[in-house]
């Protein structure tokens, strides 16, 4: 299986916060994990967030950057199209998505059509987006 991972996800394997421990788990049993490729500017913002509100160290925040950078390059990326930005627009229509929730939605999609779409799982910590991309995933099985 492979595993999307918005930046809400992603950011918990690298901080410890509530519901860190849920996503390694996911991942654990998973073939790859894959994100937007704006994930890595997003992350990289949340960790900066962290330490300037005393959440992280200065050696913690280093450590942090050092094994997400180490990472990076592991996980599958999803570039970030003028087509996926495009399709990003109307599923923010259609679900009432921030943009970059309807990116992160949009690139789930682009990579369900590379799998199939039981082979996929998506992972976010918001409520509306994983609504969304369950009625995504649902559209994609009825296609298929």
Not at 109 to 135: G, H, I, K, M, Q
Request: overall charge positive; hydrophobic content about 40%; proline content about 2%.
């Amino acid at each position: 299986m492979t595993v999307y991972l918005d930046a809400s996800s992603l950011v918990k394997l690298y901080v410890s916060e509530p519901g860190s421990h849920d996503v390694r788990q996911l991942l654990a049993t998973a073939r790859s994990a894959a994100t937007s490729g704006l994930t890595y500017a997003e992350a990289r913002a949340a960790f900066a967030r962290r330490f300037r509100e005393k959440g992280l160290s200065g050696r913690d925040y280093a450590m942090v950057k050092r094994d997400f950078d180490a990472d990076w390059p592991g996980y599958v990326s999803i570039d970030v199209s003028a087509a996926l930005c495009r399709s990003a627009g109307e599923l923010a229509e259609r679900h009432h998505l921030k943009s970059l929730d309807a990116i992160h939605l949009a690139s789930f999609v682009e990579l369900t059509s590379t799998t199939w779409p039981d082979d996929v799982e998506f992972s976010s910590f918001d409520t509306r987006l994983n609504r969304a991309a369950a009625s995504a995933l649902r559209s994609l099985k009825r296609v298929r």
